[in-house]
T-cell receptor
Framework: AQSVSQHNHHVILSEAASLELGCNYSYGGTVNLFWYVQYPGQHLQLLLKYFSGDPLVKGIKGFEAEFIKSKFSFNLRKPSVQWSDTAEYFCASPPRVGGGSNYKLTFGKGTLLTVNP | NAGVTQTPKFRILKIGQSMTLQCTQDMNHNYMYWYRQDPGMGLKLIYYSVGAGITDKGEVPNGYNVSRSTTEDFPLRLELAAPSQTSVYFC?????????????FGPGTRLTVL
């Protein structure tokens, strides 16, 4: 079954530190992947998404992610975090092409990022 | 555009009570979804709809019902509330391509069942 895993449950950084959050997927074929962010008390919003082409994807607020097929990974990165990046980050995979009537986004369990000023 | 709106924002129910969570989108999206979010568990799909009059079960549909009489509205009904339904509920919508389209989420409803 299609799955997405995030191994870091809680990451604590100081401002200006570099960030890398891990995301691994478990299926082959066509791979589409998203990163969503949920700021405290707010709804989920899209950070970036990958479908095909350039494996380095740039998103909003200085975030980027690199799709590495050989490692089944789609890690999220930011060179220098800010206090305002404190949030929960979710990796997600949309349904696979040819996967029948599957309509759901498959979410990882999320990584809580705390950035200390 | 308001996007996806949900009401209420918070609600406390007693065991056995019923309620309807409202969801409306003004983006003319075909697809709508209901998820529940539990701490450390990510989001689980409850029900989804691919258009007015068409709904189907997701991963965790037990104890819930939905209807989709218009493109804009997708209410979620809880019958006989149980403590296991304590959660944060998110409604989402997307245009038409389930493989590539971004899902847009509402602000959520925090429900407590006591």
């Amino acid at each position: 079954a299609q799955s997405v895993s995030q191994h870091n449950h809680h990451v604590i950084l100081s401002e200006a530190a570099s960030l890398e959050l891990g995301c691994n997927y478990s299926y082959g074929g066509t791979v589409n992947l998203f990163w969503y962010v949920q700021y405290p008390g707010q709804h989920l919003q899209l950070l970036l998404k990958y479908f095909s082409g350039d494996p380095l994807v740039k998103g909003i607020k200085g975030f980027e992610a690199e799709f590495i097929k050989s490692k089944f990974s789609f890690n999220l990165r930011k060179p220098s975090v800010q206090w305002s990046d404190t949030a929960e980050y979710f990796c997600a995979s949309p349904p696979r092409v040819g996967g029948g009537s599957n309509y759901k986004l498959t979410f990882g369990k999320g990584t809580l990022l705390t950035v200390n000023p | 555009n308001a996007g996806v709106t949900q009401t209420p924002k918070f609600r406390i129910l007693k065991i056995g009570q019923s309620m309807t969570l409202q969801c409306t989108q003004d983006m003319n999206h075909n697809y709508m979804y209901w998820y529940r979010q539990d701490p450390g568990m990510g989001l689980k799909l409850i029900y989804y709809s691919v258009g007015a009059g068409i709904t189907d079960k997701g991963e965790v549909p037990n104890g819930y019902n939905v209807s989709r009489s218009t493109t804009e509205d997708f209410p979620l009904r809880l019958e006989l509330a149980a403590p296991s339904q304590t959660s944060v509920y998110f409604c989402a919508s997307s245009p038409r391509d389930r493989y590539t389209d971004t899902q847009y989420f509402g602000p959520g409803t925090r429900l407590t069942v006591l």
